[in-house]
């Protein structure tokens, strides 16, 4: 079956832009999880939603960061006025979530560029 | 949060067996420890998980002693295709089948030598 899409696979923007991130997770997958990976590092978690609910947003990096998730389904990650700062790879996962065991479906991520 | 700590990187030759140590000292009881592997370019992808003691499976095979404070991946006879990076991740406690927040550890560069 098909497993999570991310796109695009790859953006480039100019620093002040806004830019949306798409994630088509695995259907029937509950759960769904954000993370940015910034070149050689490891994995900074973001947010995650269950079902449509995102119950803890601290993880986003600023107010600039946004994210939403609707029909629980399509999650999009919206960054505003970008910085260079925010240049990352951004993946997302996704879970059923049928047992506290759960497992994630990682996509192959965007890579987003901030001239 | 149940931190972990890996080792940053370890290299190792084809054929040989690698064991990669995870530390989780404040694990939660209810919590399951996971481990995934990432390629460059790619996305993490599950490998193992376990609760308690010893599970294998088709690739690998985890060993978790009784306090549950760290956790030790096992690759059998690695191959350049095992060189990646392996993450050790332990979630935080929750009410079951609900969603939560998952924090990766720094993971570890596995280097895999002719």
């Known amino acids: 079956g098909a497993g999570v899409s991310q796109s695009p696979s790859n953006k480039v923007t100019e620093k002040g832009k806004d830019v949306e991130l798409r994630c088509d997770p695995i259907?029937?997958?509950?759960?769904l999880y954000w993370y940015r990976q910034s070149l050689g590092q490891g994995l900074e978690f973001l947010i995650y939603?269950?079902?449509?609910?995102?119950?803890?947003k601290s993880g986003l990096p600023s107010d600039r960061f946004s994210a939403e998730r609707t029909g629980g389904s399509v999650s999009t990650l919206t960054i505003q006025r970008t910085q260079q700062e925010d240049s990352a790879v951004y993946l997302c996962?996704?879970?059923?979530?049928?047992?506290?065991?759960?497992?994630?479906?990682f996509g192959s991520g965007t890579q987003l560029s901030v001239l | 949060l149940a931190k972990t700590t890996q080792p940053i990187s370890m290299d190792s030759y084809e054929g040989q067996e690698v064991n990669i140590t995870c530390s989780h000292n404040?694990?939660?009881?209810?919590?399951?420890i996971t481990w995934y592997q990432q390629f460059p370019s790619q996305g993490p992808r599950f490998i193992i998980q376990?609760?308690?003691t010893k599970v294998t499976n088709e690739v690998a095979s985890l060993f978790i002693p009784a306090d549950r404070k760290s956790s030790t991946l096992s690759l059998p006879r690695v191959s350049l295709s095992d060189t990646a990076v392996y993450y050790c991740?332990?979630?935080?406690?929750?009410?079951?089948?609900?969603?939560?927040?998952?924090?990766f550890g720094s993971g570890t560069q596995l280097t895999v030598l002719p």
């Open positions: 376990g609760y308690k």
């Open positions: 404040n694990i939660a009881t209810n919590d399951y």
């Open positions: 259907s029937g997958h509950t759960a």
């Open positions: 991740l332990v979630g935080e406690g929750s009410s079951s089948g609900s969603a939560r927040q998952l924090t």
């Open positions: 996962a996704s879970s059923p979530m049928t047992a506290r065991n759960e497992k994630l479906f």
């Open positions: 939603f269950q079902g449509n609910s995102a119950p803890d």
